[in-house]
């Protein structure tokens, strides 16, 4: 029996050892439960941070493609690119005006009706083709003289060569 008796006390002896107070069980509880609370206030914090960074993120890159920015900006570059086209247009335009009035010039002091207009007349043949020499006709041919104002219908009389 000594022996029961030594066996039961060893078994008392191991479950007081495992029995604690209610209160010191209470006290690791609410330990550990604090602990577990900071934790999660923690992992909150930070999931609440990153969330909060990205809407920042997104926010940014929305205002970066914004439509009405987007239109805006194009608005303005259109209307910067027309005013250096119409200037473009603008200079292009005056270099031709200055080139054909230079080409009018010269077209002007080479034309036969210029000549016309400082006394010359010019010879023409029945046919229409200029004389230029005087072999060219024979006499009683008949020859129209073109003036600056009007013509002359004339006859070769004569010819000098």
């Known amino acids: 029996m000594s022996a029961h008796l030594r066996e039961h006390r ?30 999660l206030q923690r992992a909150l914090t930070t999931s609440l941070r990153n969330a909060h960074q990205r809407v920042e993120r997104l926010e940014h890159k929305l205002q970066r493609f914004n439509p009405q920015r987007l239109l805006a900006s194009h608005a303005h570059r259109l209307q910067v690119l027309t005013l250096r086209l119409e200037a473009a247009q603008r200079k292009q335009l005056d270099a031709r ?54 013509k002359l219908i004339c006859e070769v009389k004569r010819k000098e060569v």
């Open 97 to 150: 005006q200055q080139r054909l009035q230079r080409v009018a010039g010269l077209l002007q002091s080479v034309s036969p009706l210029n000549t016309l207009s400082r006394g010359y007349a010019i010879l023409l043949t029945e046919d229409g083709h200029a004389v230029r020499d005087a072999d060219e006709v024979n006499c009683g041919q008949p020859l129209t003289a073109k003036l600056h104002k009007g």
């Open 10 to 39: 060893q078994q008392v002896a191991h479950l007081r050892a495992r029995l604690q107070h209610p209160g010191q069980k209470l006290q690791a509880q609410a330990q550990k439960l604090d602990h577990l609370e900071m934790r």
